[in-house]
């Protein structure tokens, strides 16, 4: 019996990589490869040096060489090699390897598993900091169907050889986790982090699938990303899949709304019309490059206590349904929006917002913690080609329309107001409706949650329909896997 004394806490006993690695080593039936391009073989070391490893290793390859990779795996169409594409070209390639050459009759009671990963480490002059695809294709029980683990991490380390220590670390927590953790999704991705810090890599893509994950919803995965800090922001395409926001905002024109939208009103979808008929008018503004971003921050999704992920899937839910890509992200501040996506682009940026949005970012309050305070912070948004497209409220007790003309900022912002409205960085949308105006998303919530009528005109064509068909916001709901949602295509 394990000796215990009074006072001692329970802790969770992480083990180690060494541990880890030869808990795997010594299960005589797990059996499989690893193929590791352009950071080392940094996960198989551990393999090799835990002890066991013939046991487990049937083989491990790093084909440096671009002509020999392409050999091996072909040639990808866009001539790129650290892609998901590659990586899934990887996975499939070598486990085809394994079912060739291990022969069930003789090894009846092996798991096959195949690590791959496909990485670009900092660059020389340290202006690239370097990201990679990491994944495994494996088996849970001999003959059964293959399960697939795949994401993207961003180094954030300065030095290559610490980056391809944290590889080799996170490589091992990865098989580890898909062997001894699969039945709690959540838990596992957590575990990726076991002997590694946040300030190390961030992960801000991933996606299972297989037969032990049928349950499981990747968007909820991609939340939970951003819940435990893994990753500021995780973007879903109007299809509802997972996508890698550099893969969609790279070198594109950016439009960027935020909101609960819960639900999504009229009114957001007429400042999303409006605003992006003047965006695309902007010079060097090409609508072919440019994309719409519906934002919802966790601090809008934390409005009532703990989040609610039943509540997150709703709104994705409808937005994808409307034809839009969603972003969930940790910035509260719009300027670290900015600076988020100007991290994948050098085009220019929108903001479309409503006057109470605009009054909030003059308030001093919340940038205090910033030694430049809002000076910084105002910097830091307007200093690329930003503008923002103000459309325009009505002052619920006078009636009056307020629009960039004779909104009330704090009286210490007016004179800084005035310079970002006289050089054009705040434009009103002149083409607006003012029988929607008074139309809010927390009163669309009330009345659906009281059972009141009249609420459907107040959303766009087609998402009272789905609200009601579904059950969601306040209704009872049906499992998640129940709901099928016919996409619906906004012209842009």
Avoid at 75 to 95: F, G
Avoid at 110 to 135: E, L, P, Q, R, S
Avoid at 455 to 477: C, H, N, Q, S, V
């Amino acid at each position: 019996m394990e000796i215990t004394i009074k006072g001692d806490k329970e802790f969770d006993d992480i083990p180690s990589l060494k541990s880890k690695a030869l808990r795997i080593n010594l299960n005589e039936n797990i059996y499989g490869t690893f193929a590791e391009i352009g950071a080392g073989q940094e996960t198989c070391r551990h393999f090799f040096r835990a002890g066991g490893a013939s046991g487990t290793i049937a083989k491990a390859m790093s084909a440096y060489d671009k002509d020999f990779s392409d050999a091996i795996y072909g040639i990808e169409d866009d001539r790129r090699y650290v892609t998901e594409a590659r990586l899934r070209k990887m996975l499939s390639h070598e486990m085809s390897l394994m079912e060739k050459r291990i022969t069930r009759d003789k090894h009846p009671n092996k798991i096959f598993f195949t690590y791959a990963n496909t990485v670009a480490t900092i660059d020389f002059a340290k202006k690239f900091k370097g990201h990679g695809w990491v994944g495994i294709k494996y088996q849970v029980e001999s003959g059964g169907g293959y399960n697939e683990i795949i994401l993207h991490v961003r180094f954030k380390e300065t030095d290559a050889r610490l980056q391809q220590e944290t590889l080799g670390a996170l490589g091992t927590n990865l098989i580890y986790g898909a062997f001894y953790k699969y039945n709690e999704p959540k838990k596992l991705l957590r575990y990726l982090y076991d002997h590694l810090d946040k300030d190390q890599l961030e992960i801000d893509t991933i996606n299972f699938s297989g037969p032990v994950f049928k349950d499981v919803d990747n968007r909820l995965m991609s939340l939970q990303l951003v819940k435990n800090g893994m990753t500021d922001a995780v973007m879903f395409g109007p299809d509802g899949n997972n996508v890698l926001p550099a893969k969609v905002l790279y070198k594109k024109n950016i439009l960027a709304l935020r909101g609960s939208f819960r639900p999504v009103t009229k009114v957001n979808m007429a400042m999303y019309e409006k605003s992006y008929e003047m965006f695309i008018k902007e010079n060097k503004v090409n609508a072919d490059k440019t994309e719409v971003v519906f934002e919802i921050t966790l601090s809008n999704l934390r409005a009532e206590g703990e989040i609610d992920e039943q509540d997150f899937m709703d709104r994705a839910d409808l937005l994808c349904s409307l034809g839009q890509s969603v972003m969930i992200s940790n910035f509260q501040e719009y300027y670290k929006v900015v600076e988020y996506f100007s991290s994948y682009t050098k085009a220019r940026m929108g903001l479309a917002m409503g006057v109470n949005n605009l009054i909030d970012i003059f308030d001093e309050k919340y940038y205090r913690h910033l030694s430049g305070g809002i000076l910084e912070a105002f910097g830091k948004l307007f200093f690329k080609d930003l503008k923002v497209y103000l459309y325009p409220m009505l002052d619920p007790e006078t009636g009056e329309l307020i629009n960039s003309k004779n909104l009330k900022v704090y009286p210490r912002m007016k004179e800084l107001y005035k310079f970002f409205k006289y050089n054009g960085k705040v434009i009103d949308i002149e083409d607006y409706d003012t029988s929607i105006m008074s139309i809010f998303s927390r009163e669309i919530l009330q009345k659906i949650e009281n059972g009141d009528r009249g609420w459907e005109d107040m959303l766009p064509e087609g998402t009272a329909d789905l609200i009601k068909d579904y059950r969601l916001f306040g209704y009872t709901r049906k499992p998640l896997k129940s709901i099928t949602i016919k996409k619906r295509t906004v012209k842009k």
